[in-house]
């Protein structure tokens, strides 16, 4: 006897927060390369802002970012699997698992007077903003993987239920482990701005 069912996980991880006074123009989602057994979805916003100074570019970001910040990627990360009841134990099916990302990002159309320096400047803050965002996108395609690994290794249970609160339990220890590193790397990184991500 086969009993299908579907269990979610998410975990959710800023690199800083999102203001609703943000204004999204643009969202791209792509299916990313996945790994093996796990599949990868980008999400990637952006939100205009206008100016032709260091000054106003900052003041702009400082109002319109996401959560008081200038940028976000967080994740989440999904499982499933069916059971299957046989020999008075439960087991797992295939498992499934997928891993979303979203970025947040701000997005700036130099004026046709914009002097060349600040767009050079800007240029390299938005590729070490990017930079570091990317990390954060490791860590979600990395727990995804771990996720996977840890389902995969459980042997069958006494039933169903004890399959799934033991399935549950390991892969939201992933989840606890990468959001651990995850706080070490905006530490380490000081979010971002020692991979070059302040500006100005």
Known sequence: MKHRLFLLACAAVFLAACDSGASTIRTTV????????????IDTSHYTIGGSTEAELRAEMNRRGPYGGDAYA???????????????????????VSVSVEY???????????????????N?????????????????????????LALGALPPYPTCDDLN?????????????????ELAYD??????????????
């Open 104 to 122: 947040m990002l701000p997005e700036w159309t130099p004026p046709v007077n914009a002097d060349r320096a600040l767009i050079d400047k800007w």
């Open 187 to 200: 530490r380490t990184t000081s979010h971002g701005a020692t991979q070059g991500a302040r500006f100005p």
């Open 124 to 148: 390299r803050y938005v590729a070490a903003l990017q930079l570091h965002e990317d990390g954060h996108r490791d860590f979600g395609i990395g727990a995804a993987k771990d996720v996977l």
């Open 74 to 96: 967080r994740w989440f990360v999904h499982w499933s699997y069916p059971t299957e009841a046989v020999s008075n134990a439960c087991d797992t099916g295939p498992i499934e």
């Open 165 to 181: 609160r033991a399935a549950n339990t390991a892969a939201n220890a992933v989840l606890d482990r990468y959001r651990v590193q």
């Open 30 to 41: 792509v299916a990313a390369p996945s790994e093996p057994g796990i599949q990868v979805t």
